[in-house]
């Protein structure tokens, strides 16, 4: 079983950049696919992106596409996902999460417990 754990999350301007890291123990994170969800005040958890399990092939939510980036540090064991550009509305607890498959599955199995990301305008 793999332990997730998120850091990186804070307050930052509208237009600007954080990047949030995921450390994973336990297993070594090359066997999992990994990605990213958030879930802002009021609303349900939603997919922001994924990447595979060897980095080879990543998927982002439309709302994310050209701002974010996910990538993969299997040496590290960890995962990161770079937020360019950020909006008022990327405003939520982002979660990590991992499932023992090639691509990240829509429910995924293990869960971090979230770093919020609260973007003022």
């Known amino acids: 079983q793999v332990q997730l754990v998120e850091s990186g999350g804070g307050l930052v301007q509208a237009g600007g950049s954080l990047r949030l890291s995921c450390a994973a123990s336990?297993?070594?994170?090359?066997?999992?696919?990994m990605g990213w969800f958030r879930q802002a005040p009021g609303k349900e958890r939603e997919f922001v992106a994924a990447?595979?399990?060897?980095?080879?092939?990543?998927n982002y939510a439309d709302f994310v596409k050209g701002r974010f980036t996910i990538s993969r540090d299997n040496a590290k064991n960890t995962v990161y996902v770079q937020m360019n550009s950020l909006k008022p509305e990327d405003t939520a607890v982002y979660y990590c999460?991992?499932?023992?498959?090639?691509?990240?599955?829509?429910?995924?199995?293990?869960w971090g417990q979230g770093t919020q990301v609260t973007v003022s305008s």
């Open positions: 336990g297993r070594t994170v090359s066997s999992y696919s």
């Open positions: 999460a991992a499932d023992r498959s090639v691509m990240l599955t829509t429910r995924p199995t293990y």
């Open positions: 990447i595979s399990m060897f980095g080879g092939s990543t």
